[in-house]
Nanobody
Framework: QVQLVESGGGLVQPGGSLRLSCAAS????????MAWYRQAPGKQRELVAA???????NYADSVKGRFTISRDNAKNTVYLQMNSLKPEDTAVYYC??????????????????WGQGTQVTVSS
């Protein structure tokens, strides 16, 4: 199995910055892509940013130029640097590992895994 643990959420004023971290643990062989999603109250979960093992990135239009996703493959950790935060960025942010291959009981398995979420609140 693969476990994801997020950290770094909190309360920040508009225009401020936060850095989210998500560490994957378990007998991980590789992870294809890691991503951040968010879900605001009453809204569907949406993709914020994603990064492949090779470093290719993808961003939602609403965060381009403000958020930066990065990844440390050796540590199986993904980061989300969020700058110029706006009240509309308020949401629970979830980390996702896509195509995570792990070893268990003599076999390899592949699956997608989610973290438990971390609250980001942007308010004055």
């Amino acid at each position: 199995q693969v476990q994801l643990v997020e950290s770094g959420g909190g309360l920040v004023q508009p225009g401020g910055s936060l850095r989210l971290s998500c560490a994957a643990s378990g007998s991980i062989f590789s992870i294809n892509a890691m991503a951040w999603y968010r879900q605001a109250p009453g809204k569907q979960r949406e993709l914020v940013a994603a990064i492949t093992s090779g470093g290719s990135t993808n961003y939602a239009d609403s965060v381009k130029g403000r958020f930066t996703i990065s990844r440390d493959n050796a540590k199986n950790t993904v980061y989300l640097q969020m700058n110029s935060l706006k009240p509309e960025d308020t949401a629970v942010y979830y980390c996702k590992a896509e195509g995570a291959m792990y070893y268990s009981g003599g076999s390899y398995y592949v699956g997608d895994y989610w973290g438990q979420g971390t609250q980001v609140t942007v308010s004055s």
